[in-house]
């Protein structure tokens, strides 16, 4: 299989999703190519996001809900 051929946003879409990127390492090379043509008609991310969630089993996703990426640093201050 010849990674330089998948899209950039499918690519670090996969990879920000550990257990998708564990499945998808596991597919065959026929398996990977039509799940990378499947990839080429989403527009958004969202949908390249649900794209690549349809990898993994519902139960098996990780339960990581963030309303807002700032909550992170939120907390008792240092100084």
Same mark, same amino acid.
């Given at each position: 299989?010849?990674?330089? *051929?998948?899209?950039? !946003?499918?690519?670090?879409?996969?990879?920000?999703?550990? %257990? %998708?990127?564990?499945?998808?390492? !596991?597919?065959?090379?026929?398996? @990977?190519? /039509?799940?990378?043509?499947?990839?080429? &008609?989403?527009?958004? @991310?969202? /949908?390249?996001?649900?794209?690549?969630?349809?990898?993994?089993? /519902? /139960?098996? *996703?990780?339960?990581?809900?963030?309303?807002?990426? @700032?909550?992170?640093? @939120? &907390?008792?201050?240092? &100084?």
């Amino acid at each position: 299989m010849d990674y330089n *051929q998948m899209p950039l !946003d499918l690519g670090i879409a996969i990879t920000s999703n550990r %257990a %998708a990127m564990d499945r998808f390492v !596991d597919m065959t090379d026929d398996e @990977k190519s /039509e799940f990378i043509e499947r990839s080429r &008609g989403v527009m958004s @991310k969202s /949908e390249i996001d649900r794209l690549v969630d349809s990898l993994v089993p /519902e /139960e098996e *996703q990780p339960d990581v809900h963030l309303e807002d990426v @700032k909550d992170i640093f @939120k &907390g008792p201050s240092i &100084g």
